[in-house]
T-cell receptor, first 114, second 117 residues
């Protein structure tokens, strides 16, 4: 089946540092979503992207839909301790049926040292 | 708003036992799905439903059954539990095409942690 390659797998950074992570796909996607999961909780949507080249921000978070439609990037600026968690990218190739299902990356585990 | 509600939150089973994980959403969402989350594997789709009476298999359907008799409920049944089914299970829903653009944005429950001994 289709796979998403998400990197890095984990990051251990100092508070105040910027963070970058990305996802690449072997298929062209029409939707990219970024989620955050905290311990004991379900993933929560951070940013949604629907057009190639689209750049969208949510507070200190910025995500981009790659021009090739096969990748996406998430940046976190000036990290704080509450940014700790696992970040997932997710994408889909179409609408409806199996194409409308979201495929998830394996996650980037972020740790922030105060 | 309750959103997506899963029960139970924790369950321990013996090999061969059967059980049902319950999922309900109160957002009138058309699409519902079940994922399992295992360390280092991300979220993998088990089954999904695009509306009441319609279900289909995802990436890892073996050993699981689903039904969708109402818009609100989407239970996941383990027929004969195996240790390989030890995992955290997430139910998720999205609006689908109902009432507007299909954004694909999934809303997740808090998860059900299952251990099979």
């Amino acid at each position: 089946g289709q796979q998403l390659n998400q990197s890095p797998q984990s990051m251990f950074i100092q508070e105040g540092e910027d963070v970058s992570m990305n996802c690449t796909s072997s298929s062209i996607f029409n939707t990219w979503l970024w989620y955050k999961q905290e311990p004991g909780e379900g993933p929560v949507l951070l940013i949604a992207l629907y057009k190639a080249g689209e750049l969208t921000s949510n507070g200190r978070l910025t995500a981009q839909f790659g021009i090739t439609r096969k990748d996406s990037f998430l940046n976190i600026s000036a990290s704080i301790p509450s940014d700790v968690g696992i970040y997932f990218c997710a994408g889909r190739t179409g609408y409806g049926g199996s194409q409308g299902n979201l495929i998830f990356g394996k996650g980037t585990k972020l740790s922030v040292k105060p | 708003n309750a959103g997506v509600t899963q029960t139970p939150k924790f369950q321990v089973l013996k090999t061969g036992q059967s059980m049902t994980l319950q999922c309900a959403q109160d957002m009138n969402h058309e699409y519902m799905s079940w994922y399992r989350q295992d360390p280092g594997m991300g979220l993998r789709l088990i089954h999904y439903s695009v509306g009441a009476g319609i279900t289909d298999q995802g990436e890892v359907p073996n050993g699981y059954n689903v039904s969708r008799s109402t818009t609100e409920d989407f239970p996941l049944r383990l027929l004969s539990a195996a240790p390989s089914q030890t995992s955290v299970y997430f139910c998720a829903s999205s609006r689908g095409r109902k009432g507007g653009r299909d954004t694909g944005e999934l809303f997740f429950g808090e998860g059900s942690r299952l251990t099979v001994l």
